[in-house]
């Protein structure tokens, strides 16, 4: 998993919809890579996982 707190995908986030740094808070990236996905999370909070 990659975190960053700026990417082209948090522009990407920002330019299309309401989020932005004050509302609802500095948003951060999270990067899932698997074999066949990849999967991206913009949140202000810190993501949890669980495998079931």
Do not use: C, E, W
């Not at 919809?17 to 808070?25: E, I, K, L, N, V």
């Amino acid at each position: 998993m990659k975190r960053s707190s700026s990417s082209q995908f948090l522009d990407f986030v920002t330019m299309t919809t309401r989020a932005s740094q004050d509302h609802p808070g500095p948003l951060l990236h999270y990067r899932l890579a698997s074999l066949n996905h990849i999967i991206d999370v913009s949140t202000p909070n810190h993501p949890t996982l669980s495998l079931s």
